[in-house]
């Protein structure tokens, strides 16, 4: 019986889902640098001078954050089902005989 290679199957075959995981991180990623962009100046104004003059770009910081927190869980959902898959079909796949 030939011995499998795990690792090479693991990235062999990628289904819809290992890619629907790694563009909703992507965007949760984008959504965190642009968030922490817009709020490093904010900070720098708030150590300097102890106010926020710009409420509104505070706002939008925190959306973008919260923004980046709704599209990361559907990422680390998405990744815990394409595995919780890839197990189930794992047993499968060992047990068929190789003439």
Excluded: C
Excluded at 13 to 28: C, M, Q
Excluded at 55 to 60: D, E, G, M, P, V
């Amino acid at each position: 019986m030939k011995a499998v290679n795990r690792q090479s199957m693991h990235y062999k075959n990628k289904t819809i889902l290992d890619w629907t995981a790694f563009f909703y991180g992507i965007l949760a990623l984008l959504f965190t640098i642009s968030s922490v962009v817009f709020a490093i100046p904010l900070f720098h104004d708030h150590d300097e001078t102890g106010l926020v003059p710009r409420f509104s770009t505070a706002i939008l910081s925190t959306g973008l954050m919260i923004l980046s927190a709704i599209w990361f869980i559907p990422a680390i959902l998405l990744e815990n089902v394409t595995l919780g898959h890839r197990e189930m079909k794992m047993p499968a796949y060992l047990s068929i005989k190789k003439e």
